[in-house]
């Protein structure tokens, strides 16, 4: 399928739910509002062992940032160090103490992160009806900054889709449904109950450094979550808050039944609110959850409090 011949996202969306309204018109953090106080007790009741995981990938890795095409990695150097001040360039500070300091240039999508609501449109209009215009230099609406001033807190469940197939790692634009995520969950003896954030593990994104960057970007298109109606309407019906993978944009990178880039994108972050967290790092997590049986945790995450900002970087932390 050629470009001219893929149809709009807009027809593809027109039948499609939103909670455009639901919690308000200045609402900006969407199905975030799932995540009231007993959904933050909920999730602490699944904390059993004390044991902890941070999710996050290291930035600025000597040994490269897998990114969406067309993006550029982290870059962080030193503006300050040890040899300032042996050159007596340093700054004095009374009493000898010397220091580092750095500076870093990201891309917000650029690393394990959090997407704002605002991030993704079509049709002129982003999630809640705010008009497409207010993305123009910095997000007047939906930017990043309400999701970090409440934080990302609830009862996280883990569905190990590369263990359930058997893999390391789901192939090039291996998709799954909503149903597949199901049936892992039953062999996983674990229940995605509503209200929970989704924690989806691929295995993909270790691919970039076990096979190479040449390998992932070939023919690039990541496995993941498949668009129907059926998913999205179910995403709706469990009031799903939140999806977490360890892939850069948490869906099949093009939906092989029409050819569409990142359809849920607009169907989940634009239309529903769900917030997007990408790049994550589940290998560590997944390994203790099928050595313990626990696959569910405390789930928390604060992005950075950026204002205007389409994304943030984010280290989420789990509880278990
Ligand atoms: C794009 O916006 C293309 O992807 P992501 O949501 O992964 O940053």
């Not at 904390?47 to 990695?73: C, E, Y």
């Amino acid at each position: 399928m050629n470009a001219s011949e893929v149809m709009h996202i807009g027809e593809l969306l027109k039948n499609s739910p939103r909670n455009w309204g639901k919690w308000g018109d200045d609402d900006e953090v969407g199905a975030l509002n799932y995540l009231d106080t007993a959904e933050v007790l909920r999730g602490a009741t699944a904390i059993r062992s004390g044991k902890t995981f941070t999710l996050a990938i290291p930035m600025a890795n000597p040994a490269g940032d897998p990114l969406w095409p067309g993006r550029q990695p982290a870059s962080r150097y030193n503006v300050l160090d040890r040899g300032d001040f042996a050159a007596g360039a340093g700054p004095a500070i009374p009493g000898g103490n010397e220091y580092a300091d750095d500076i870093m240039v990201i891309y917000n999508q650029g690393s394990s992160q959090v997407d704002a609501l605002g991030h993704v449109w079509y049709d002129n209009e982003l999630y809640n009806g705010y008009p497409a215009e207010t993305t123009a230099h910095t997000l007047t609406k939906a930017s990043i900054l309400p999701i970090a001033e409440r934080g990302i807190v609830g009862r996280g469940v883990l569905i190990d889709m590369a263990r359930h197939r058997g893999k390391a790692s789901l192939a090039k634009g291996e998709t799954f449904t909503h149903d597949d995520l199901l049936a892992a969950a039953e062999a996983q003896g674990v229940e995605i109950s509503p209200r929970s954030i989704l924690v989806i593990r691929t295995g993909f994104i270790g691919s970039f450094w076990r096979e190479g960057a040449a390998e992932f970007y070939r023919d690039f298109n990541e496995p993941g979550l498949v668009y129907s109606p059926e998913l999205v309407e179910w995403f709706q019906r469990m009031e799903i808050p939140a999806l977490v993978t360890d892939t850069i944009a948490n869906e099949v990178t093009v939906d092989p039944n029409t050819g569409i880039s990142l359809p849920l994108h607009s169907a989940l972050m634009r239309n529903l609110g769900v917030t997007f967290s990408e790049i994550m790092s589940l290998d560590g997590l997944a390994e203790d959850c099928a050595a313990d049986g626990q696959w569910e945790f405390l789930y928390v995450a604060a992005p950075l409090k950026v204002f205007g900002g389409t994304g943030s970087p984010v280290n989420p932390v789990v509880i278990k």
